[in-house]
């Protein structure tokens, strides 16, 4: 495994955790993003990182400091990819533009470069001929707050040569990951195959009305001792992301009940600025949001 410059492509909340982990980890990081407003706000995320890893993994200011100083910023894919070991897709979960995306990429990176989408739904064998080099393009699927959850889901396709699997693995565990391999394709690798129906599940209940977020996350809660419900985790996720995959499947299906939730999701949360704890506000209000109060599992 020789990957020394690493590219994460995708500044949002999971591509820039995975950037400022490689770079906490010692790497060369180019950050690409489409415009100079998300580079913006890549930094400022970047940043608020910091005191994360301060509480979490004891990180010294001076740790920290070096860590942020290896990663660069870009707004063009060729500059950000020019000698890239390895390009860690992150962008938008829609089938379009991930797919353009690849497109360009193909043609902008090195011959060297390996390629690995971090996408959480859909598989690699859709993207692999966009790549150009589907041999080299594999998927590497983080969970979010990367830095204490570390998993790793490295995932194949049928084209994907072996070694460059391998090399993956290797190179998650030198990140702070634990490696997890998956021996063949699967939509929503393990942890989302299990998560995302969880996540529907809760959702269907609020779009049909049967309850309201917080009751739903308490009745969890009580039920199986776990410190978080759906809604708290689609805090974390990001509200954004849950709409993504709403609208897609929605499109895809024809599902009229993802058609509502997307709605939902897009009114009253997205347009009024509630995309989850990164902005203050989702479902919860952060910080100290109420399922972390003493009295939230009361009666």
């Known amino acids: 495994m020789n990957y020394k410059n690493i590219t994460v492509a995708g500044s949002g909340v999971l591509g820039s955790q995975i950037a400022f982990q490689t770079a906490y980890k010692g790497f060369q990081v180019s950050v690409y993003d489409i415009n100079e407003e998300a580079v913006s706000r890549a930094k400022d995320r970047i940043q608020n990182l910091k005191s994360y890893y301060q509480r979490d993994l004891g990180a010294t200011d001076e740790e920290l400091s070096a860590a942020f100083d290896r990663v660069s910023f870009f707004t063009d894919l060729s500059e950000a990819v020019a000698d890239a070991d390895l390009v860690i897709e992150a962008v938008p979960e829609i089938v379009k533009i991930k797919t353009e995306f690849y497109e360009k990429l193909g043609k902008a990176a090195p011959e060297k470069t390996i390629f690995a989408t971090n996408s959480s739904t859909l598989l690699p064998s859709q993207f692999a001929e966009a790549t150009g080099r589907p041999e080299k393009f594999l998927a590497l699927h983080f969970a979010n707050q990367i830095w204490t959850n570390n998993t790793a889901e490295v995932m194949k396709h049928p084209g994907t040569d072996m070694n460059v699997f391998n090399d993956l693995m290797e190179f998650a565990k030198a990140i702070g990951m634990v ?3 998956l021996h063949k394709e699967q939509p929503g690798y393990i942890l989302n195959s299990l998560l995302v129906p969880f996540l529907s599940a809760g959702q269907m209940l609020l779009v049909n009305e049967i309850s309201d977020p917080k009751t739903i996350d308490k009745t969890w809660m009580i039920a199986t001792g776990s410190p978080k419900g759906p809604f708290a985790t689609l805090d974390i996720i990001g509200i954004t992301t849950a709409y993504n995959i709403a609208s897609a ?7 009229e009940q993802h058609s509502k939730l997307a709605s939902l999701l897009k009114t ?7 995309l989850g704890r990164e902005t203050g506000e989702g479902f919860y209000t952060y910080p100290n949001p109420e399922y972390e109060q003493e009295d939230f599992l009361k009666s």
């Open 249 to 255: 499947r929605a499109e895809a299906t024809g599902d």
């Open 268 to 274: 009253e949360y997205i347009d009024k600025g509630k």
């Open 179 to 181: 490696a997890l391999p």
